[in-house]
């Protein structure tokens, strides 16, 4: 069995990790800006979820495939990340989810409704997934992670774009949100979870926690 990487590039091949309870499947689309995707699959049920629809609605739904998706969760109200979300969303029936400081963004970029709007501590399920709705303010109001505690393993956290390797995501100048970003990082990431967590960012390459550890406070100290 081909041991998964988590290095992907748009037009190229998705790669795809097997737990004992959860297939993840991740993808990069639009060359510019390489967004990353990811199809989560429950073993026991099928059922399927995918986070952030950003581009590309053709191959996200070929990657679903005839299970398609029961739920499509925006990690953030940031245009790359949701511009297939109206066709994904209408060609699977799927119920939309994204935090809820950001969803009245989504729904105004998009024209598509978010149907479950989640705060910190929320529980998403699919299938016999549960995924636990960590949100980092900062990057944007509503970013929200999302954390999955594998029974068999380490945890595994979809970032968006709050955790990168090498640093937390972009504010964008304003010295108040990477305050605010890097103290929820910190806090809420860092701070409960132990160094074998994996994460998925939404642009890249994955890393763990343990990798990044060391260096929070040389990101606090340069501010970016």
């Given at each position: 069995?081909?041991?998964?990487?988590?290095?992907?590039?748009?037009?190229?091949?998705?790669?795809?990790?097997?737990?004992?309870?959860?297939?993840?499947?991740?993808?990069?689309?639009?060359?510019?800006?390489?967004?990353?995707?990811?199809v989560?699959?429950?073993?026991?049920?099928?059922?399927?979820?995918?986070?952030?629809?950003?581009?590309?609605?053709?191959?996200?739904?070929?990657l679903?495939?005839?299970?398609?998706?029961?739920?499509?969760?925006?990690?953030?109200?940031?245009?790359?990340?949701?511009?297939?979300?109206?066709?994904?969303?209408?060609?699977?029936?799927?119920?939309?989810?994204?935090?809820?400081?950001?969803?009245?963004?989504?729904?105004?970029?998009?024209?598509?409704?978010?149907?479950?709007?989640?705060?910190?501590?929320d529980?998403?399920?699919?299938?016999?997934?549960?995924?636990?709705?960590?949100?980092?303010?900062?990057?944007t109001?509503?970013?929200?992670?999302?954390?999955?505690?594998d029974?068999d393993?380490?945890?595994?956290?979809?970032?968006?774009?709050?955790?990168?390797?090498?640093?937390?995501?972009?504010?964008?100048?304003?010295?108040?949100?990477?305050?605010?970003?890097?103290?929820?990082?910190?806090?809420?990431?860092?701070?409960?979870?132990?160094?074998?967590?994996?994460?998925?960012?939404?642009h890249?390459?994955?890393?763990?926690?343990?990798?990044?550890?060391?260096?929070?406070?040389?990101?606090?100290?340069?501010?970016?």
């Amino acid at each position: 069995m081909t041991t998964y990487t988590g290095n992907v590039s748009p037009g190229g091949t998705p790669d795809t990790r097997e737990l004992s309870h959860l297939i993840i499947t991740k993808v990069a689309v639009d060359p510019q800006m390489s967004n990353n995707c990811y199809v989560l699959r429950c073993r026991a049920t099928d059922e399927q979820v995918l986070i952030d629809a950003a581009d590309d609605a053709q191959a996200l739904l070929n990657l679903l495939g005839a299970a398609g998706a029961t739920k499509v969760i925006t990690t953030h109200q940031h245009w790359d990340h949701h511009r297939a979300l109206k066709a994904v969303a209408e060609a699977t029936g799927a119920v939309v989810v994204a935090g809820e400081p950001d969803a009245d963004a989504i729904t105004e970029q998009t024209e598509v409704t978010v149907d479950d709007r989640v705060e910190h501590g929320d529980v998403i399920e699919f299938g016999k997934v549960r995924l636990e709705v960590i949100r980092i303010t900062g990057h944007t109001p509503g970013s929200i992670v999302l954390k999955y505690d594998d029974p068999d393993g380490t945890p595994h956290l979809w970032t968006g774009d709050s955790l990168f390797p090498g640093g937390v995501g972009n504010t964008f100048g304003d010295a108040d949100a990477f305050v605010s970003l890097i103290n929820d990082v910190e806090e809420r990431i860092f701070g409960t979870l132990p160094d074998e967590t994996w994460f998925y960012p939404g642009h890249g390459n994955d890393s763990q926690l343990g990798a990044e550890r060391p260096h929070l406070a040389e990101w606090r100290e340069r501010g970016w």
